[in-house]
DNA sequence: GAAAATGCTGTTATTCTAACACTAACTTCC
DNA sequence: GGAAGTTAGTGTTAGAATAACAGCATTTTC
């Protein structure tokens, strides 16, 4: 320490990549910037920390003036330091993950932004983001298809009552993989981590599937006790994946 | 952003908590600080970042003036900014973990420490720390434990040459697990990680052990493809374990 | 050469995982 | 109202992985 005053010119922010899930589709909420630095570009929300508020709170802030919601999933990540990673100043940013049921609320801009968007997670880590978000929602995106091995946080993602085959579907995004109907039930069902509601689907143009519930006493159980969910990809996609690599060495 | 520069005035800095393994046991670097705050108190080594300065780099900095190594395990864990968590303003820190070979190097205290010594890391966590690192301690070793089931991360730990038993002993003490031996050596033999050097260990007083080395580039075959030890503690244990839950409640 | 200490090794029962195909229920269209 | 279209739902089996378990081997020391 000894008074060195020159260190504390700089200031950290948090960057949230808020996921969602929809139409089988996995998501992220970017904000379009409308001033400088990346006029244009898409962004992941995020804000300068307060001086007198901790980083969770400052994390929680910006989902909820994005989102209006207050208790939601939120993990924090990584964060990124890089020298030259903000334009205007020595700024580093501790990202965050949060999983949100996107029918829960409506998406009204900020003031700081043109245009507040869901977005395909595979399109969005494609395209060119500001600052180093791309580097971000990478990072995310892997902590997040880590953590759903680990703990069972894909219901975060889905509305309160749901299909096992909207289940599966999630589950396919996440991990990226497909995976074998009957399997995936069997291990689920297995788990009692599912309550079956006697409802079924409406409105659908096919037979319609009973509606289930997650178990929340069960969950907290789980994720206190560990939880392993090692769904592996057939075996089909396996060996074409472990052919590729033979014929890339 | 906005210019607005009251943001500016905070600081940040790296803490590790560099683990290391020695008679059986986990072991933890830890500083006795020589000024106040927290004069006379244990502390993980740690200092502020440079104004030009990544966070890796800075961690690398603060880990080699201690024990003079470059190419060391290093990862970063989690970001502690509690805003009363430092006496003297607003600092944030970015909490490593790193890996050492305890044999691997001297201790030469630094100039802001009376005292550097290798700690116990049970009893460490017992033990009141400088600032919050008790917390980040804590939440160093759950890294740790955790990454130990997903990469052969223990190999960073041991010398050169070791012992099927001390690899053993290792994962006992990261996993907090008795482990079966034969289990244990099939299982660590079975993935190949391991160069048998067709020599004995030398001066113990019973039957000398062989030793062995690991193989580097399976290790980071297996970093890349994944890898899990799922080593169970005997059921033994785990009765005894359910057995005292039941009876907590 | 006996005692003490740790090293080393293989088999079996059980559990978990992966593969796989057909019938059921509902809607729509003719 | 029946045929076609669409998704829901369900069980068995072979193979792989895991967990349990005990006794002889090699070295030092006394």
Redesign the pocket.
């Known amino acids: 320490m000894n008074g060195e005053n020159n260190f504390f010119k700089s200031a950290f922010s948090v960057d949230n990549v808020i996921f969602g899930f929809d139409d089988g589709d996995l998501k992220v909420l970017l904000i379009k910037r409308g001033a400088a630095p990346f006029q244009g570009l898409w962004a992941l929300p995020g804000d300068l920390v307060y001086p007198n508020e901790d980083l969770d709170t400052a994390a929680y802030r910006v989902l909820e003036e994005l989102t209006g919601l207050k208790k939601v999933y939120l993990e924090q990540v990584h964060t990124f330091g890089a020298v030259d990673r903000h334009p205007l100043g020595r700024v580093i940013t501790i990202a965050y993950f949060s999983l949100v049921k996107i029918s829960d609320f409506t998406l009204t801009p900020s003031s700081f932004a043109q245009n507040v968007e869901w977005h395909n997670v595979d399109k969005a880590m494609k395209s060119e983001l500001a600052f180093d978000h791309n580097t971000i929602l990478e990072t995310c995106f892997n902590a997040l298809t880590h953590r759903v091995r680990i703990r069972p946080v894909g219901f975060e993602l889905l509305p309160p009552k749901f ?3 909207e289940l599966q579907h999630l589950y396919e995004a996440l991990l990226r993989a497909e995976l ?4 995936f ?3 689920i069902l297995s788990m009692s981590l599912l309550i079956d509601l006697d409802e ?1 689907q409406e409105g ?7 509606l289930y519930q997650f178990n929340k006493d069960r969950y907290h159980q789980l994720e206190a006790h560990g939880f392993s969910f ?3 990809e ?3 996609k396996e060996k074409k994946k472990r052919l590729a690599e033979l014929i890339a060495q």
Do not use: G
């Not at 074998?180 to 399997?183: G, L, M, P």
């Open positions: 299909t096992l085959t074998d109907k009957r399997n039930r069997k291990k079924l659908v143009p096919h037979r319609p599937a009973k090692e769904v592996k057939s075996k089909k």
